[in-house]
Each structure stands twice: as C-alpha cells, then as structure tokens.
C-alpha cells in the first residue's frame, strides 16, 4: 500500500512538474499593448504555481480513482477490432430522430438568435463535409488529406456557372457536385496503387495545387480577389431580399410578411439541413448495396478483393468520386451562402478540420460525424470566454478524446446486413 | 481438362522461382501441389491468380467451354471470369467485417449486375431486393454447413482460427468457381480440424465437381484426400502422379530425406 501511495504521488509530481515546464512559456508571460511602441511583458508566475498545483492534484485524484473504480475507468475500452452494433441501436436511431427533430426545430425555439441559427448552418456545412470524407477515409480507407480541393472545386464551380451561363444555385447543385466527382476520377487515377503514408501525402498536394491554380489562375477565379455577387439560393424562383432584382416577387411579398434579414439565415439553415440529410440517406443506403461493402471490403484487405473478382480500381475510383461530390455539394452551399469565395477558405487547414471530424467522431460512423462536426465548431466559440487559451483548451480537449476513445467517439460498426435481425423480425410476427 | 498449366517458368532476378513446369488438374479431382520450403509451390499460386506475371509459359483454365489464359488477365478478372478462386496461407479475411458480410462481399459481381451499378439498389428496386436476399441464403447455407450460422454476426476476425481458415473456403466457394487454390489449408488446424477439414474439401469436390488445387505440407491431409500429387523441388517438378506412387518415388524421398550416405 505504501509503495503504492508513493508510486501515486511520484507520477502526480512529474506531471505537475512538466505542468509547470509548459506553463511557464505559455501562461507565465503576457504581453500588453499599452499605446507605446512596444510591447509591455507582464509576468503572471502565481498563475503557473496555480496550474502547476492543480495538474498534481488532479492526476493523484485519477490515479486514486482508478484504483478504486476500476470497473469505472476502463482505458482505451474500444480497442478491440470492430466491436459491432448489439442491442444499443434502437437507442441510436432514437437519438437520431430527437437529433433531426432538435435540428428542424432550433430557429424556432425561443433561445434561438440570428448568431445560433448561423453557427448551426456551418456546423451542418461540417457535417456534410464529414459525411463526404467519411466515404473516401472511413469506408474505403483512404486516407486523403486534400478533401478541401473538392470543396473548392464545388464552391468555385457554382460561382462561375452563375456568373457564365447565369444559372441559379438550385441548376447549378448538380452541375458543381458532377464537376467534382470528375475532379475526384482525376485524383483517383494517379494514386490508385498508393495507400495510407503516400496516398496521404499526394492527395495533400493535390489539395495545394488546387488551391494555388485557383490563387494563380486570375483571369478564372480572380486570384486572390475571389468572385463576389454569388446569386443566393431561391425558394422555388421567390427571391429573398428586400426587393427582387428584376420585378419579380419576393419571398417577403409573396407570403404577406414583412421582410426581414433573418428569413435569409432560417432559409439557408434548411437548405443545408435539407442537403445533409439527402446526403445522410444517400450515404447509408450506399452502405448497404455491393459498392459499400466493396468500398469497406477494400479497406479491410486490397488483395483478398481482388481474389475475391473485385476490381480495386473500380471501387477506389467510386469512393474517391462520390466522395468528391458530397464534399462538391457542400461547397456549391458554401458559395451561395457566403455570397464571396476566395482561395482563402480553402486552405489545408479546412482540410484538417474535416478530417479531424472523421477520426474524432469514430471512422465510418455516420453519428459519430455529426457529433465531432458540433463539438469542433462550436467549442471554439463557446470557448471565446477563454480568450487566449481557447486553442489550447480545444487541443487538450482533443487531446483528451483521443486517450479515452482511442477509435473515435463512436467507435461502433454496424453491420451493413445481419442476420439475428432478420431472424428477430420473423420471430415477431 | 480444367486447368492446364504448360512451361510454367517465374525468374526473380537471378533466381529461377518456378523452371518449365507443366501439370494439369480435372474437374471433379484434387490435386496436391507438395514439396519442400521455397520448392516454390506458393509461386506458382501466385502466377495462377494473377499476383506475379509468369516470365515464359501458358496457364489455360477453362470454364463453361471458354478456355481463358490466365497469364494475359488481371488478377481480379481471373477470380471473376475465369473463375479461379483462392484462399492465402496467412488468412485474409475482412477482420473488421461480420461472418455474413465476408460471404456477401464475395458475391459482389452479381449482386453490382443486380443492382445496376448501385442505381437499382439505390431505389430499391425488387429485383435487386431478389438478388440480396439470394445472396444472403447462399451465404447462410454455405454458414451452416462450416458451422458458422449461429456466428453469422460476429466479427470475422474474433472468430477462432480454425473457423477463420473454414470460413476463408466458404468465402471462396461465393465466387462460384471453377477451380479452387487452397494454399495450406490445415496450417495451424489440430488433428480434429483437419478432419473435418478433410470432409470439406470431399464434399465441395463430390457435390459441386469443380477442381480443387492444394498446397499443403500436413502429408496426412495430402495422401487422405487428393486424387493426384505433383511434387515440386527447387522450381522443378520431380513426380507427378496418385498419391500411393509419389508416396514411394525415389526422387521424392530423396528431397525430402535428403541422399543416403553411400559408405
């Protein structure tokens, strides 16, 4: 018992120590700017002492814990090879459904504002990127780390479809999903024998070449100037502006209400959520048909598929295209939204951001995405209290996910046909 | 004649893997490709199923009285055309995959006809319906008779190793071959397995009458169950024949005992 107390106090002290080591460069200084030329230092040391302090006692109040409550405190519990979907699914799909509901309801509650209903649309943006990765990496086991170019292909597709050919977002959705899907055969086939490390690498270049032609290619894409006057999205031709730009009628009018900015926010909230859950539907149902299976299959073992008469090439080609046009899709959005795209928003960072969202959220897990897309978008903003240390927290956060649910959020794989369920159903009736 | 390898060579580099080796397998018989380590017995798998391309020779396998020369195809259309399937000496399941979906995934290309691309089965369409829940009864009789059926929802890779190895055939046998590569099948089995194993491979070989080609090293399995024996040393085959006359040949026990000393 004594060699263990002290073991205990020991591990608490080295990390209350490397606590310190960290804190002293990151908190124990701050700088000022109090109107002179330069910057004033400040030191806060009892600010160090504190975190020091609280590191070594929260690491013994752990290691206490753990060897209390061992049943309690299970590290890395989702370790094992695919555990598989048991009697929880009913509680997922319910969850699901409260999910959708909560989601259709949110611009409606009273603790809704015009800043919620916003962040919720760029969090449904996430989502659907998500779920467009979430084919290429969590399915087909791809990793690709130039996703964003697929965005940008799409975002850029629509604004210059609209400013050529004068197309509305609602003809021009396919057309910059379709163009993307192309943009992604087009990636696929110069990386169809690379996996994992390289596969990485050079979809990370095709990221960066997409994003440069687009800074580069001015006469096109206006270089860094970007294309502004992206048309808005319509409600079935009713424009939703103070006044429509050429005599028709405007939403406002057409309804008898009175026009208001926020309509347009509520409008494009439903937009996006409407894609999203096309494109979650979309998504499972590819799942379960001979492509989806392929596509895990081929995650699984590249070489027992082609024992097996599966045609990689194929299979890869169609995760990387489909793929591509979900993320396309979201993209198209994005410009209609932002009304002004430039090569800025789509920088590796972006790319980084969705496929955090694929490995936090549990690869390949369709719920898992959603909840890593919320906890990712929102954290940072509900962390604006925090100030300076908002990044910080966030990576500790993430930090802290990835100790404890080492496979994602949600971890779990549903099979895409069982048996038992079947048999069930026959029983019931 | 099912299948009929002929100067079969494979160099890799200065090494002469396989050297003018010419067999052939029926329908309806097991044949036993033995030898020692490195003989090259998994080479010659690996030109068959399309893994290595051969450096001189024709391997012929006919199907549906269509000959496809499997030298000039791809290793995937090998499996889906010429219908060869195979299992590897180091199992290659879908680990994270259940029992069930390993025997549907190997159903792919007609269920990918079936649903039209995935366009039928996107809209559900019922004759893509038909052709799913033929493939999960095909699946399920194929479950039932390696023993499997009450763990057709089980991740594949938690399954003990010997119903790994069970389950690797059944998967093979989706395809609906015609001929069906084995490479050490009782590798790691114990005495039981085997046994049953054994029972397997003579009933797929009695019921369905397809060929069945095997490596194998457990000498028990080899003479108990194969129709005919090529035996293979450094590259080179050394007999050819039933199991009862390889058994005796002089240069096979020479290979395998080495040379008695001649003081």
Redesign the interface.
């Known amino acids: 018992m004594g060699t263990r107390v002290a073991a205990a106090l020991k591990d608490a002290a080295l990390a209350g120590f490397v606590a310190l080591v960290l804190a002293f460069p990151l908190v124990g200084f701050a700088t000022n700017d109090e109107g002179g030329p330069s910057l004033a230092i400040h030191t806060r040391f009892t600010w160090v002492l504190l975190g020091g302090a609280g590191v070594f006692a929260a690491r013994l109040v752990l290691t206490v814990l753990r060897a209390l409550l061992p049943h309690l405190v299970k590290v890395g519990r989702s370790n094992s090879?695919?555990?598989?979907a048991g009697p929880r699914r009913h509680g997922a799909r319910l969850f699901g459904a409260l999910l959708v509901a909560f989601a259709i309801a949110l611009p409606f509650l009273p603790f809704s504002s015009r800043y919620l209903v916003d962040l919720g649309t760029t969090v449904l943006i996430y989502i659907m990127l998500g779920w467009g990765l979430n084919v290429v990496v969590g399915l087909a086991g791809l990793l690709d780390l130039g996703y964003v170019a697929f965005y940008a292909v799409g975002a850029y597709s629509f604004a210059l479809i609209a400013r050529w050919y004068g197309l509305g977002f609602w003809e021009a959705l396919p057309l910059s999903g379709l163009l993307s899907a192309s943009f992604g055969v087009l990636l696929g086939f110069p990386v169809l024998r690379l996996r994992g490390d390289y596969l990485a690498i050079v979809t990370l270049g095709f990221g960066e070449i997409v994003r440069i032609v687009l800074l580069n290619w001015t006469d096109v894409t206006g270089g860094p100037n970007g294309i502004a006057g992206v048309p808005r999205p319509t409600f079935f031709g009713l424009v939703l502006l103070p006044r429509a730009p050429n005599g028709g009628a405007t939403f406002s009018q057409f309804f008898g209400l009175s026009f208001s900015p926020d309509q347009r926010i509520d409008f494009l909230y439903f937009v996006i959520l409407a894609l999203a859950l096309v494109t979650n539907a979309?998504s499972l149902?590819?799942r379960r048909?001979?492509?989806g299976?392929?596509w895990?299959?081929l995650?699984?073992?590249e070489?027992?598929?082609?024992?097996?008469?599966?045609?990689?090439t194929r299979v890869k080609l169609s995760a990387f295209a489909i793929g591509a046009m979900l993320g396309g899709f979201a993209g198209a959005f994005f410009a209609t939204r932002q009304g002004f795209i430039s090569p800025e928003s789509f920088t590796f960072q972006e790319s980084a951001t969705i496929l955090a969202i694929v490995v936090l959220g549990g690869m390949g897990s369709q719920m898992g995405v959603v909840l890593a897309a919320i906890l990712l978008v929102t954290f940072p903003e509900f962390g604006r209290a925090f100030a300076e240390f908002r990044m910080l927290l966030f990576g500790a956060a993430m930090v802290a996910i990835m100790v404890w649910r080492p496979r994602g959020l949600l971890a779990q794989?549903a099979?895409?046909?069982?048996?038992?369920a079947?048999a069930v159903a026959v029983e019931a009736t | 004649m099912l299948l009929e390898v002929e100067h079969l060579s494979i160099r890799f580099g200065g090494l002469l893997a396989v050297d003018d080796l010419s067999f052939a397998a029926e329908a309806g018989q097991i044949t036993a490709i033995i030898g020692p380590n490195g003989a090259g017995k998994t080479t010659v798998f690996n030109c068959l199923?399309?893994?290595y391309r051969p450096s001189v020779g024709r391997l012929a396998l006919e199907r549906d009285g269509v000959t496809h020369y499997l030298e000039r195809m791809?290793?995937?259309?090998i499996?889906?055309?010429a219908g060869l399937?195979?299992t590897?000496q180091n199992i290659?399941?879908?680990?994270?995959?259940?029992v069930?979906?390993n025997l549907?995934?190997?159903q792919?290309?007609p269920?990918?006809r079936a649903?039209a691309?995935?366009l039928a089965?996107?809209l559900g369409l019922p004759g893509y319906r038909r052709a799913?829940t033929h493939a999960?009864e095909k699946s399920?009789a194929w479950l039932d008779r390696i023993g499997l059926?009450a763990r057709?929802?089980?991740?594949a890779?938690?399954l003990p190793y010997g119903a790994q190895r069970r389950l690797e055939i059944a998967?093979?046998m989706c395809?609906d071959p015609a001929l069906l590569c084995l490479d050490e099948p009782a590798a790691g089995l114990n005495a039981r397995e085997t046994g049953e194993l054994m029972a397997l491979l003579r009933a797929i070989r009695d019921e369905t009458g397809i060929g069945i080609l095997l490596i194998e090293h457990d000498m028990r399995l080899v003479m108990g169950v194969s129709d005919r024996v090529v035996v293979l040393n450094y590259g080179q085959k050394i007999a050819d024949g039933p199991p009862d006359a390889v058994r005796h040949d002089a240069a096979v026990i020479k290979a395998y005992l080495g040379e008695e000393d001649a003081a």
């Open positions: 090879p695919a555990r598989l979309f149902r590819l048909l001979p492509i299976r392929a895990e299959a995650r699984e073992d070489i027992a598929c082609r024992a097996l008469g599966i045609d990689p794989r099979p895409s046909v069982r048996l038992r079947a | 199923t399309g893994f791809d290793g995937y259309r499996a889906r055309d399937a195979r590897f290659r399941l879908f680990a994270g995959m259940t069930l979906e549907v995934v190997a792919h290309a269920l990918m649903s691309f995935s089965g996107l799913e999960i399920c059926l057709a929802d089980d991740a890779g938690n998967r093979a395809t």
